[in-house]
């Protein structure tokens, strides 16, 4: 069963800059052999997300690239923006504003600290809980 999991941003480094959840979201993925896609929203956003993973952290490593087409397959972690297309991986971190399609084992959605924006992620909530989705909540 797929299951779909909110982490919501409590803690003031995350609120400060909630990319860093985003790196400590793809480590533990990573260190538990799960290949993940990170959507990001824009250009911009991937590359951000890209310099982050080098540097969020100096005692951990994170590989990870852009979504090129070259070499895509190996990189456990890809970071792709809506212009790019890449196949599905069984952990996805969302970071757009719609629901993620297709299929996957897991999908991860970060909750802005800001009450105001929190509107789509309960609609993605829906969409995922209508999908039979196993659902889950943190505070982070």
Same mark, same amino acid.
């Given at each position: 069963?797929?299951?779909?999991?909110?982490?919501?941003?409590?803690?003031?480094?995350?609120? /400060?800059? =909630?990319?860093?959840? +985003?790196?400590?979201?793809? !480590?533990?993925?990573?260190?538990? $052999?799960?290949?993940?896609?990170? @959507?990001?929203?824009?250009?911009?956003?991937?590359?951000?997300?890209?310099?982050?993973?080098?540097?969020?952290?100096?005692?951990?490593?994170?590989?990870?690239?852009?979504?090129?087409?070259?070499?895509?397959?190996?990189?456990?972690?890809?970071?792709?923006?809506?212009?790019? /297309?890449? =196949?599905?991986?069984? +952990?996805?971190?969302?970071? !757009?504003?719609?629901?993620?399609? $297709?299929?996957?084992?897991?999908? @991860?959605?970060?909750?802005?600290?800001?009450?105001?924006?929190?509107?789509?992620?309960?609609?993605?909530?829906?969409?995922?809980?209508?999908?039979?989705?196993?659902?889950?909540?943190?505070?982070?």
């Amino acid at each position: 069963m797929s299951r779909a999991d909110f982490y919501l941003i409590a803690k003031e480094r995350f609120r /400060d800059n =909630p990319l860093l959840l +985003v790196c400590e979201l793809a !480590r533990k993925a990573n260190a538990q $052999g799960n290949w993940t896609l990170i @959507l990001t929203r824009d250009r911009a956003q991937a590359e951000e997300l890209d310099d982050l993973l080098w540097s969020f952290d100096s005692d951990a490593y994170v590989e990870h690239q852009i979504v090129s087409g070259e070499e895509d397959e190996i990189a456990p972690v890809l970071i792709a923006s809506p212009d790019m /297309d890449t =196949p599905m991986r069984p +952990v996805v971190i969302n970071l !757009r504003d719609e629901a993620v399609p $297709g299929v996957f084992e897991r999908v @991860l959605e970060v909750v802005p600290a800001d009450e105001s924006a929190r509107g789509p992620l309960r609609e993605r909530w829906k969409h995922y809980a209508s999908q039979g989705m196993a659902m889950n909540k943190y505070d982070m």
